[in-house]
């Protein structure tokens, strides 16, 4: 129906219409920085190269919903919402240690599928639940807690309609939780003893990656330094569905699985080596051997971070530990269609991921020297050639970009969480907190009486300070009072060596308190026995039978002799 004839006719629309939220818009422009010039990730300007820096200038984002038509550099630049925010360290120090094996970077952020909630772990061994609509400009997580105790987090993935999640950490044994991070299994243990991994019920070796299912949201795998890919279900926790065993091209050695993946339309998985290789089964083959494998598509003893297959299923994109980012294609799989060497790479689970539009592709780079801090490239999917490059204060290790919200977070060195987002493009997420007043600090004017001025309660004294009155009421009170339990009297100390059926100790008071006394020993057997006799008159249960039959008992009839009192 037309608009216009909609709008005589009275009618504005069919069916309840949602409430929208208005954003004020002169909040993003009060904290609208410069933006910033583009360098390369040894030239850190000498004004912002501290990574306590806690909002950095993001980069534009290409609508999803619309094709980028316009150049990257061109657009504007808005500032990001930090999550969390690093401790301040000079500028001296540099921003990776290689000898530090337990750093606090943040090596696993995923939002879910909606997009109101964002999941992160990190190499200090805890997981945090962040919820967009509950948080404030503090920006604090509403749970955190230790999936595997002294382990680090290595993945972290949100099934696809949102209601849980995998977390993969340094053990053998996956973890499923609610989208409230209520534990709900914990996947078995394999038999690290027995040769054979197909013979075996879980993983034998640490885990390193997982990935669901893209339209069963009961199955997903994971991949693990035992040289397998297991296939799961969630409802069964005790074995796995299917073993996928990676051979190595070396004659009989493993190899470990650093990263998998499923594509789009859920016919392949896809999965990267330490040895180099990259390899694809089909979901619908027996998996003795892949369908498709190249054996040196990375360096040698080199961890891939992340596979990740693009929305037509056709490109896989990998980034390597060798500080490579490579684009592949199923239809010809013999050698990468686009590579870009140089991207420094400082930890092995930073990844790479496509944009919305898949028009281009967002990674993180390390600082190539020490002391110099990392960025976020933007580049183009054609030819791998850098558009944009962002300082965000440290170098990201995580990148995702949520399509719905249409905004990146990142997990960065310095342990903080960053969110890019775009007053125009973006829908919620960070915008939310933005549009939040600070916390306002509470006063004596502002708290109820009842805190500011405590009442003291007295029994018997009703609010208004008027003394209750009724003689029955006082009575009661006064008869309660005496009962001990109802009163909540403590118990009196014992004294001596006891009485009153208590004794000193407590376990053998608590004992002696619940025994039944038995008082058959003071009681006369005969009268026992005779008290019964009359009810087994009137109701014979057991002696019904014969009761017309039985005799009656004749008894002599005994004559008492009377002694006679003799006179004196």
């Known amino acids: 129906m037309d608009a216009d004839v909609m709008a005589a006719m009275g009618i504005s629309g069919f069916g309840k219409q949602p409430r929208k939220r208005q954003l004020d818009a002169a909040r993003f422009d009060r904290a609208k920085r410069e933006e910033a010039s583009t360098s390369l990730p040894a030239q850190v300007r000498e004004k912002d190269a501290g990574p306590s820096r806690a ?50 970077s943040a090596q696993g952020t995923f939002p879910n599928p909606s997009g109101a909630r964002v999941l992160s772990g990190s190499h200090d061994y805890d997981c945090k639940l962040w919820d967009f609509g509950g948080m404030d400009q503090r920006c604090k997580p509403f749970k955190s807690w230790e999936p595997a105790e002294s382990y680090h987090i290595h993945d972290l993935k949100y099934s696809p309609d949102g209601q849980r999640f995998l977390v993969i950490s340094g053990t053998s044994q996956a973890k499923l939780y609610d989208r409230d991070g209520e534990a709900q299994a914990t996947f078995i243990k394999g038999d690290p003893y027995i040769r054979d991994m197909k013979n075996t019920a879980g993983h034998a070796g640490e885990l390193s990656s997982c990935a ?37 091209k070396e004659r009989g050695a493993r190899t470990k699985v650093t990263a998998c993946g499923y594509s789009p339309d859920g016919r392949y998985i896809a999965g990267a080596c330490l040895d180099g290789a990259l390899h694809l089964w089909k979901t619908n083959s027996n998996f003795v051997r892949p369908d498709m494998s190249v054996q040196d598509a990375h360096v040698k003893g080199t961890e891939t971070g992340s596979l990740t297959f693009s929305v037509d299923g056709n490109t896989i994109l990998t980034r ?64 791998l050639e850098v558009e944009k490059q962002l300082d965000v204060g440290a170098t990201p290790v995580v990148v995702q970009w949520h399509p719905k919200i249409n905004q990146i977070v990142l997990g960065l060195t310095s342990g903080a969480l960053c969110v890019l987002y775009s007053p125009q493009t973006s829908l919620n997420g960070a915008k939310l907190l933005l549009n939040k007043g600070p916390a306002k600090r509470p006063t004596v004017e502002d708290m109820s009486d009842a805190v500011a001025a405590p009442a003291i309660i007295i029994p018997g004294v009703t609010r208004d300070g008027e003394f209750t009155s009724g003689l029955p009421n006082k009575r009661k009170r006064d008869k309660e009072r005496q009962d001990p339990r109802k009163s909540h009297r403590p118990e009196l100390p014992v004294h001596g060596p006891g009485r009153g059926g208590r004794v000193g100790a407590s376990a053998t008071q608590h004992v002696v308190q619940n025994l039944v006394r038995d008082t058959t020993r003071d009681e006369d057997p005969r009268e026992a026995l005779l008290k019964y006799a009359k009810a087994g008159e009137e109701d014979p249960q057991w002696t019904g039978a014969w009761r017309i039959n039985q005799p009656k008992p004749v008894f002599a009839e005994v004559e008492e002799e009377k002694e006679e009192e003799e006179g004196p």
């Open 55 to 104: 909002v950095s200038d993001p980069p534009p984002l290409p609508q999803p919903a619309h094709p980028a038509t316009e150049n990257i550099d061109s657009r504007e630049s808005h500032p990001t919402a930090p999550i969390s925010r690093p401790e301040e360290r000079s500028e001296e120090e540099p921003e990776y240690d290689p000898d530090d094996e337990y750093g606090a």
């Open 320 to 383: 390597g530990g060798d500080h490579t980012v490579k684009l592949w294609d199923i239809r010809s799989f013999k050698r990468p269609i686009a590579a870009r060497s140089e991207v420094p790479t400082l930890y092995p689970s930073t990844n790479a991921v496509f944009s919305p539009d898949n028009k281009h592709i967002v990674t993180g780079a390390g600082g190539s020297e020490k002391g110099g801090h990392g960025a976020l490239l933007f580049l183009k999917r054609e030819n």
């Open 212 to 248: 669901w299912h893209p339209k069963d949201v009961e199955t997903f795998i994971t991949g693990s330094a035992d040289s397998t890919i297991r296939i799961w279900n969630v409802e069964n926790k005790r074995k796995q569905k299917t073993v996928i065993v990676v051979k190595s």
